[in-house]
């Protein structure tokens, strides 16, 4: 089992930043790709980041060039650094962890991110 949680949301004016950290425990050695999802009200989930064990990074096109997704493994944390924040970046983010053995997915709790305008 693997269990993630979420932390460093909040309230923050538009243009402002913010970084969320999720801290994973358990059989951690079983994650190969840490994801950032979000869901804002009314709409579906969308991923928003992903990092590889091996340190590959791939982004939604809607936050490229504003927030940088890393790991730090002696820490089983991943880091979501979101810059120039948008109003439309509001929503709960969620750490999402795919594990190979076994194949399934771990998710955090959620933590919430508002902008405002």
């Known amino acids: 089992q693997v269990q993630l949680v979420e932390s460093g949301g909040g309230l923050v004016q538009a243009g402002g930043s913010l970084r969320l950290s999720c801290a994973a425990s358990?059989?951690?050695?079983?994650?190969?790709?840490m994801d950032w999802y979000r869901q804002a009200p009314g709409k579906q989930r969308e991923l928003v980041a992903a990092i590889s064990s091996g340190g590959s990074t791939n982004y939604a096109d809607a936050v490229k060039g504003r927030f940088t997704i890393s790991r730090d493994s002696a820490k089983n944390t991943v880091y979501l650094q979101m810059n120039s924040l948008k109003p439309e970046d509001t929503a709960v983010y969620y750490c999402?962890?795919?594990?190979?053995?076994?194949?399934?997915?771990?998710w955090g709790q959620g933590t919430q991110v508002t902008v405002s305008s």
């Open positions: 999402k962890g795919h594990s190979v053995i076994p194949l399934r997915d771990y």
């Open positions: 358990g059989s951690t050695f079983s994650i190969n790709v």
